[in-house]
T-cell receptor, first 115, second 113 residues
């Protein structure tokens, strides 16, 4: 079964450093998403992306965050200057416009620890 | 999006049916009911969705009441691998397009040997 692949599985970074989280969505999917989950809390929407631009973003997704599809397969989330409160699991997801009724496929996540 | 209410936790004996309830009394006519689950700290996994008819797939069945104000997810023969947090989510569907999912706290289902 096709998968959404996220790398790395765990990243530790120092406060103030830039970090890039990488995702390879399912190949025929056209909608891409990032969600995050702070430990013990709800899964929260960050951003959706389609046709090389942001479709929708939450209030969490401020100027410190950016997304990019640098090539035909990768989808990245960049945090420019990490804060302690950015520590969370970050999940990438993708969906097929022809099958958007059937939900997203999420990746296994990247655990980001900011120290 | 309509708000959902789920019990925080439930237990189920292995091999028995797990019935997970969800209240969505403010659901609108164009809103679908979706169920996802999250095993440990993995990414959420889509299970099933429905509008007003009961639905069944290889993972589960979804029973939606006639007034659509509540639904029940049924795992017919729960296994230890079904231990997870189950999320009931209501979202409007207006055709193909990107959309955000609003996750609540869900129900933590523990399947007991």
């Amino acid at each position: 079964e096709p998968e959404v692949t996220q790398t790395p599985s765990h990243q530790v970074t120092q406060m103030g450093q830039e970090v890039i989280l990488r995702c390879v969505p399912i190949s025929n999917h056209l909608y891409f998403y990032w969600y995050r989950q702070i430990l013990g809390q709800k899964v929260e929407f960050l951003v959706s992306f389609y046709n090389n631009e942001i479709s929708e973003k939450s209030e969490i997704f401020d100027d410190q965050f950016s997304v990019e599809r640098p090539d035909g397969s990768n989808f990245t989330l960049k945090i420019r200057s990490t804060k302690l409160e950015d520590s969370a699991m970050y999940f990438c997801a993708s969906s097929d416009p022809g099958q958007s009724m059937y939900g997203y496929t999420f990746g296994s996540g990247t655990r980001l620890t900011v120290v | 999006d309509a708000k959902t209410t789920q019990p925080p936790s439930m237990d189920c004996a292995e091999g028995r049916a797990a019935n997970l309830p969800c209240n969505h009394s403010t659901i609108s006519g164009n809103e679908y009911v979706y169920w996802y689950r999250q095993i440990h700290s993995q990414g959420p996994q889509y299970i099933i969705h429905g509008l007003k008819n009961n639905e069944t797939n290889e993972m589960a069945s979804l029973i939606i009441t006639e007034d659509r104000k509540s639904s029940t997810l049924i795992l017919p023969h729960a296994t230890l691998r079904d231990t997870a947090v189950y999320y009931c989510i209501v979202r409007p569907y207006s055709g193909a397009g990107s959309y955000q999912l609003t996750f609540g706290k869900g129900t933590k289902l523990s399947v007991i040997p």
